[in-house]
């Protein structure tokens, strides 16, 4: 059974940083590619970063180019380095696994996370 778990969302001061930490488990994930949501109360969910599963190539929404870096670890963990944050930022944010996409259609990624709170403050 396919396990996704995210963990370091977290309260931060608009400006600050937050690394999130998504750890896949359950079976080999060496050619998956792995992406991070997010949705805030009363919004669709939307697409914030995915990374492929050599880890060579990346992809950003727009709101978040050059404020987050997503990185791949190893064949189980990505990062989400959450840098400048600002309180539209604040969302939970959902890890995702795809056996055979990289981008940004949530329809099209496997396994799924709960989710972790981050929260900015102004």
């Known amino acids: 059974q396919v396990h996704v778990v995210e963990s370091g969302g977290g309260l931060v001061q608009a400006g600050g940083s937050l690394r999130l930490s998504c750890a896949a488990s359950?079976?080999?994930?060496?050619?998956?590619?792995m992406g991070w949501f997010r949705q805030a109360p009363g919004k669709e969910r939307e697409f914030v970063a995915a990374?492929?599963?050599?880890?060579?190539?990346t992809y950003y929404a727009d709101s978040v180019k050059g404020r987050f870096t997503i990185s791949r670890m190893n064949a189980n963990t990505v990062y989400l380095q959450m840098n400048s944050l600002k309180p539209e930022d604040t969302a939970v944010y959902y890890c995702?696994?795809?056996?055979?996409?990289?981008?940004?259609?949530?329809?099209?990624?496997?396994?799924w996370g709960q989710g972790t709170q981050v929260t900015v403050s102004s």
């Open positions: 995702a696994v795809a056996a055979r996409y990289s981008g940004s259609k949530d329809d099209r990624y496997d396994y």
């Open positions: 359950g079976r080999t994930f060496s050619t998956y590619n």
């Open positions: 990374i492929s599963w050599s880890g060579d190539s």
